[in-house]
């Protein structure tokens, strides 16, 4: 059984800045590629931001770019948000999703729970 336990969001000023973490825990081989997806109120899910393995990062959405950072521990099998600049329209669920592998022949997504993020003065 794997599981994935996200950390840190909650209320910030716009402006200001969160740094989200989700760690892995369970039977798990490896991890590959990791990332964040966000659900903003009445809105579909979106890729924030993948790493892989290697460290090679992907901001899927150019108005996070610059001000998001996504990071990788693999000694500790977490993922890091780091969140600077913080504008209302950042408001949504933040959800960490890891490509985890279990044994040789199987690997499959696994889904943090989700933490709230909201900016507001």
């Known amino acids: 059984q794997v599981q994935l336990v996200e950390s840190g969001g909650g209320l910030v000023q716009p402006g200001g800045s969160l740094r989200l973490s989700c760690a892995a825990s369970g039977s798990i081989i490896r991890i590959n590629t990791m990332g964040w997806y966000r659900q903003a109120p009445g809105k579909q899910r979106e890729l924030v931001a993948t790493?892989?393995?290697?460290?090679?990062?992907?901001y899927a959405d150019s108005a996070v770019k610059g001000r998001f950072t996504i990071s990788r521990d693999n000694a500790k099998n977490t993922v890091y948000l780091q969140m600077n600049s913080l504008r209302p329209e950042d408001t949504a669920v933040y959800y960490c999703?890891?490509?985890?592998?279990?044994?040789?022949?199987?690997?499959?997504?696994?889904w943090g729970q989700g933490t709230l993020v909201t900016v507001s003065s």
């Open positions: 790493i892989t393995s290697g460290g090679g990062t992907n």
């Open positions: 999703q890891m490509r985890v592998v279990v044994s040789t022949i199987f690997s499959f997504d696994a």
